[in-house]
């Protein structure tokens, strides 16, 4: 059993942690599948989509943004949204690669 992981999370771990913390959210989660590949949204066009206010689909947004989830464009007064699928990507196989790897030698690899 590796406690010290019951204590803290592995050094350079925290920007993961955003990502799937943003993602345990059911709102944020249809936010980010609405987008087609390469799409870019503004705030109204995705805040008419949902039942919820515009501030709180900003609040959701911001989440995501903050999590590294999607970039932000502002033109003019409105803001434009893009998935950041590289990076959702590049966390998911950095994840996958940690597990697998832990799996085989029994540790964690930082």
């Avoid at 709180?56 to 903050?66: D, F, M, P, T, W």
Wanted: aromatic share 10%; charged share 25%; net charge neutral.
């Amino acid at each position: 059993m590796k406690t010290q992981f019951a204590i803290h999370l592995p050094d350079g771990w925290m920007p993961y942690s955003r990502m799937f913390a943003a993602l345990g959210d059911e709102t944020r989660q249809k936010i980010l599948l609405i987008f087609e590949h390469d799409e870019e949204i503004c705030v109204n066009d995705i805040a008419r989509l949902f039942n919820i206010s515009r501030p709180a689909i900003s609040h959701h947004l911001k989440v995501l943004r903050n999590a590294g989830l999607v970039n932000s464009e502002k033109r003019g007064k409105e803001v434009y949204y893009s998935v950041n699928r590289e990076y959702f990507a590049n966390v998911l196989e950095v994840v996958y690669r940690t597990m697998a790897e832990q799996n085989k030698q029994g540790q964690l690899i930082n």
